[in-house]
């Protein structure tokens, strides 16, 4: 039986609450000694996500073991810091994506097939950088042109390889020409897709569907849009995974009017979004 991945959390406001989520964990001890279910204490770490400068932190103990508090770690591939900014994370996806694209550069040096050399990046590449990308995608344009600047460093040795003047092309035009959108644009279709499957209830999960807020105008208006996504003014939730999920979708609604989450196939809805985004 394995359990890895399991997790505890509690908002803590006081010290009442640190109390409460260790006895959390001690239940959780006296349940794994009951099945004889034996726990790797060393993989075990806390972390207290918060922007407060001042948190009410805890010392919290399992088996009698202190709990080391870290400042950051990795989750289900995703780079978790206690401020849920994800720069770690865009950092660490990017070193790991160079170092990739310079094997793919060394293994493909006599490669003549252009759609051999661009399945390779698609698949080892493309897809390190849109892992979980509705998780961390990143608002910012610093680090929006970091992840662009691999792709960049792509398509140079895909022309270099194919006998093509690379600058005498824009970078959107060479996405064009040799199909591949800009990652900007494909995190954006994954989002959507993302939201699409959690309005249909492709996701098991009440919760997720329960925070999407759909407009309903108390009269006709000339545009409406189909979500109300909540104001505010910090950029960590004004970013958030489903915030901005629907802030894009109204987004993208204004310039196309016919375009219609509620269609419940989700092939046609990813290939009108498709031709507008990408």
């Not at 406001?13 to 279910?37: A, F, R, T, V």
């Not at 550069?105 to 759609?115: A, G, Q, Y």
């Not at 960049?152 to 824009?170: I, P, V």
Request: aromatic share 12%; net charge positive; hydrophobic share 40%.
């Amino acid at each position: 039986m394995y359990a890895d991945d399991s997790k505890f959390g509690r908002e803590i406001k006081c010290g009442e609450d640190c109390q409460l989520l260790q006895d959390d964990i001690n239940s959780l001890e006296k349940w794994c000694d009951k099945w004889d279910l034996k726990l790797n204490r060393s993989k075990c770490v806390t972390m207290t996500f918060t922007n407060k400068r001042k948190p009410v932190l805890y010392d919290y103990e399992l088996g009698g073991v202190s709990l080391e508090r870290v400042q950051k770690v990795k989750d289900l591939g995703v780079m978790l810091t206690p401020t849920l900014s994800f720069t770690e994370h865009v950092s660490y996806i990017t070193n790991k994506a160079f170092r990739m694209l310079g094997f793919l550069k060394r293994s493909c040096k006599n490669f003549e097939s252009r759609e051999c050399i661009r399945s390779l990046y698609i698949a080892y590449i493309r897809s390190l950088l849109e892992y979980c990308s509705v998780v961390w995608c990143p608002w910012q344009r610093t680090f929006i042109d970091k992840l662009e600047r691999i792709q960049r460093k792509f398509l140079k040795f895909l022309c270099f390889r194919t006998g093509t003047d690379y600058h005498s092309f824009t970078y959107n035009e060479l996405c064009g020409l040799f199909r591949l959108p800009t990652l900007e644009s494909r995190r954006l279709l994954l989002d959507l897709t993302f939201l699409h499957k959690i309005v249909h209830s492709h996701f098991n999960s009440p919760l997720l569907l329960s925070k999407i807020r759909f407009n309903v105008p108390p009269r006709l208006v000339r545009h409406i849009t189909v979500f109300r996504p909540p104001f505010s003014k910090k950029n960590v939730r004004k970013y958030s995974s489903l915030v901005r999920m629907q802030a894009a979708f109204n987004d993208l609604l204004l310039k196309v009017p016919t375009i219609d989450i509620f269609r419940p196939n989700i092939a046609s809805f990813k290939s009108i979004v498709k031709r507008n985004i990408l």
